[in-house]
C-alpha cells in the first residue's frame, strides 16, 4: 500500500470531492495516491465535518476544548485498522481507555488534541478549499462544480455529505436520479443531536475514564474533555440529547435547552457552569442505510459515500469512502 504523500504517475484523471468529512477526505487520500488531481471542497469553517473540536475561550488561564460531535471510536474491520494504525503512529490518535464502566478489552481510540485533528492530519497534502459551499452542479462531459463565489471543473464528482443534503444538491441542480435510486436514497435518514458544550468551575463528577452512557429522557452520553486529555486548561463537559429531546426541542431556544440538559446532569457536573453553548446537529447516526458501501451512477460520473451507506460512524464513513475510492479508481482505468 502507498503511505502518506506518496504518489503514483500522475494521471490527467480529476475529481471533486463535495464534502470533507472523514468520508470525502478518505477518498481524496486514496485518489491522491492513484495519481489523480482531487479537489475537496466543504462549506464548514473548519475541516471535518462531524469530527468537531471547538475551543472557548474564558480568561488567559480558562481555555475549555471540546468534541462535540464524534466523541470515540473502535475498530472491527482490518483495512480501518491499518489507517488507525498511522494515525497512532503519528501520534494524532489516542488510546482513551478499553470501555466505559466495565473494560472489555477494546481499545476506544481518541484525537490527541480533538477528534477534528484526524481530519486536520489527512487534509494536509490535499487541496481543500473550506468556507465554499457548493450550490449546484451541473454535467456536459465535465463536472462544473458552482459555488458562491467560484467555479471548479472535473471529470468526476464524489457527494460525501449526509444523503439529505447530496438530495437537495441535485434538486438544485435539476439533476433526476433514476427513481429506484431516488427511493433507496430517500429512505436513508438520520437521528438529530442537540449538543451542549458546558464550561464547568471545578471538575466533574463523571466517573473515569470521562465517558458515561445514559439511559435517560434527555440525555444519551456525557464526556469530560479534561478527564479525556484534550482540554488540560479548562473543565469542558460534552452533553448529548437524546434524539426524542433534540427533536421535541430543536426550535426551542438556547437558554431554555441549556437549563433543561444542564439540570438533568446536574448530579454528574457537581459544579457551576461558567459558560456554555449549544449545537444543533440536524444530521448525527443514521436511522437507515443504504446497505451498500456506496453508490455510482451508470448515467454519470457520479458516485455517493459517507456514513449513511454501509455502517454508522467512523468506521462506517471510512469503509464507505475507501470503497468510493477504489471504484473510482476503477472508472479511470486504474489499479487501486
Ligand atoms: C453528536 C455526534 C456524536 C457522534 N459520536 C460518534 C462516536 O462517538 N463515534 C463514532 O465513530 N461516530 C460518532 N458520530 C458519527 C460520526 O461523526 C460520523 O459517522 C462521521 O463523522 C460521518 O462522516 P462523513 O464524512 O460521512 O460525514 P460528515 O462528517 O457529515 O461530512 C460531510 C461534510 O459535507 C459538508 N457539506 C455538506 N453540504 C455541503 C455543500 N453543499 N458544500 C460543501 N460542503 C458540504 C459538511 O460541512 C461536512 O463537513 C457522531 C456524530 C455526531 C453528530
Redesign the pocket.
Known amino acids: 500500500m502507498l503511505q502518506k504523500g506518496d504518489r503514483q504517475n500522475k494521471s490527467n484523471a480529476t475529481c471533486i470531492v463535495?464534502?470533507?468529512?472523514?468520508?470525502?477526505?478518505i477518498t481524496a487520500t486514496v485518489l491522491q495516491r492513484q495519481g489523480i488531481e482531487v479537489t475537496v471542497?466543504?462549506?464548514?469553517r473548519g475541516?471535518?465535518?462531524?469530527?468537531?473540536t471547538r475551543r472557548i475561550k474564558y480568561s488567559e488561564s480558562i481555555v475549555g476544548v471540546f468534541d462535540?460531535?464524534?466523541?470515540?471510536?473502535n475498530v472491527e474491520q482490518p483495512e480501518f485498522q491499518i489507517w488507525v494504525d498511522d494515525w497512532l503512529q503519528q501520534g494524532v490518535i489516542k488510546k482513551w481507555c478499553e470501555g466505559f464502566g466495565e473494560a472489555d478489552g477494546k481499545p476506544r481510540y481518541c484525537g490527541v488534541n480533538g477528534?477534528r485533528g484526524i481530519a486536520k492530519y489527512l487534509a494536509q497534502d490535499l487541496d481543500v478549499h473550506v468556507n465554499?459551499?457548493?450550490?449546484k452542479v451541473s454535467y456536459d462531459k465535465h463536472w462544473l462544480v458552482e459555488?458562491e463565489n467560484k467555479h471548479y471543473q472535473a471529470d468526476m464528482l464524489l457527494m460525501?455529505?449526509?444523503v439529505p443534503?447530496?438530495l437537495e444538491?441535485l434538486d438544485a441542480s435539476l439533476i433526476v436520479l433514476p427513481l429506484e435510486i431516488r427511493f433507496s436514497l430517500e429512505s436513508i435518514s438520520y437521528h438529530r443531536?442537540i449538543?451542549v458544550l458546558a464550561l464547568l468551575e471545578k471538575p466533574s463528577n463523571i466517573p473515569a475514564p470521562g465517558g458515561i452512557t445514559l439511559e435517560d429522557d434527555y440525555l444519551v452520553?456525557l464526556a469530560d474533555n479534561y478527564q479525556k486529555g484534550i482540554s488540560p486548561h479548562g473543565y469542558a463537559v460534552t452533553l448529548?440529547a437524546t434524539s426524542s429531546f433534540s427533536d421535541d426541542y430543536w426550535n426551542s431556544d438556547d437558554a431554555e435547552i441549556a437549563y433543561k440538559l444542564l439540570s438533568a446532569a446536574a448530579d454528574y457536573l457537581d459544579s457551576a457552569v461558567i459558560t456554555y453553548q449549544i449545537h444543533r446537529?440536524r444530521?448525527?447516526?443514521?436511522k437507515t442505510f443504504y446497505f451498500e458501501p456506496c453508490l455510482a451512477l451508470l448515467e454519470l460520473p457520479l458516485v455517493f459515500?459517507?456514513?449513511?451507506f454501509v455502517a454508522?460512524?467512523?468506521?462506517?464513513?471510512v469503509l464507505?469512502?475507501m470503497a468510493a475510492g477504489k471504484l473510482i479508481s476503477q472508472r479511470f482505468g486504474l489499479k487501486s
Open positions: 463535495i464534502g470533507g468529512g472523514i468520508s470525502g477526505l471542497l466543504d462549506k464548514g475541516i471535518g465535518g462531524r469530527l468537531a462535540y460531535g464524534t466523541q470515540y471510536f477528534t465554499t459551499k457548493v450550490v459555488t460525501s455529505v449526509p443534503q447530496a444538491l443531536c449538543t452520553w448529548h446537529w444530521y448525527s447516526l443514521p459515500a459517507g456514513d449513511g454508522p460512524k467512523i468506521e462506517g464513513a464507505s469512502g
